[in-house]
């Protein structure tokens, strides 16, 4: 199976802060990946697809880059609304895997 | 807009097998080019795909679970099915139904959720 790592696994931030998330895949996967955003109590919810396609509705503030072996999920100007976990996920080989979370709390 | 909603018991005895459903908004499942299927999240595991069926009853499952999962769908009812048999506290989660889209692989759908817990 596909080992999907994010790093950090937490990170501290505030309102205004630019946030980068990386994921890094066992083995290259081109551009298939993903990224979600989940809240407590709440399933996750599709931001990013094909590495850098914004899902319909996701602000503009999200964004996603990467090939191959490293991917990232940059939120250019964090919201108050934006303090969650943040899960990528590789689309390139069955069965699907997803990174371990990454967690955005307030500072 | 497409809808799911997992339905099923919350509390299954060890050994016993876990069954929920996913009943699907949009008109029709056979009219969808797209997979339905199942994913799981526990505190030890992170989030963990279970398996998909097509609407022709094609499965895929994780070989991790194989030989216990079975995912079915019924057309004529708009739902799709897990069956999770000889369970164990490890299996304890948060059951999401969900759509894995054809073109990019992704999971674009998800229910709220349903927890389950294995205990006797």
């Known amino acids: 199976d596909i080992q999907m790592t994010q790093s950090p696994s937490s990170v501290s931030a505030s309102v205004g802060d630019r946030v980068t998330i990386t994921c890094r895949a066992s083995q290259g996967i081109s551009r298939w990946s993903a990224w979600y955003q989940q809240k407590p109590g709440k399933a996750p919810k599709l931001l990013i697809y094909?590495?850098?396609s914004l899902q319909s509705g996701v602000p503009s503030r999200f964004s996603g880059s990467g090939t191959g072996t490293d991917f990232t999920l940059t939120i250019s100007s964090l919201q108050a609304d934006d303090f969650a976990t943040y899960y990528c996920q590789q689309a390139n080989t069955f069965p699907w895997t997803f990174g371990q979370g990454t967690r955005v709390e307030m500072k | 807009q497409l809808q799911l909603q997992e339905s099923g018991p919350g509390l299954v005895k060890p050994s016993e097998t876990l069954s929920l459903t996913c009943s699907v908004s949009i008109d029709s499942i056979s009219g969808s080019n797209d997979y339905w299927g199942w994913i799981r999240q526990s505190p030890g595991k992170g989030l963990e795909w279970i398996g998909s069926v097509y609407y022709n009853g094609n499965t895929y499952y994780n070989q991790s679970l194989k030989s216990r999962v079975t995912i079915s769908v019924d057309t004529s009812k708009n739902q799709f099915s897990l069956k999770l048999s000889s369970v164990t506290a490890a299996d304890t989660a948060m059951y999401y139904c969900?759509?894995?889209?054809?073109?990019?692989?992704?999971?674009?759908?998800w229910g709220q959720g349903a927890l389950v817990t294995v205990s006797s």
């Open positions: 094909a590495a850098s």
């Open positions: 969900t759509r894995r889209l054809t073109s990019s692989g992704v999971f674009d759908c």
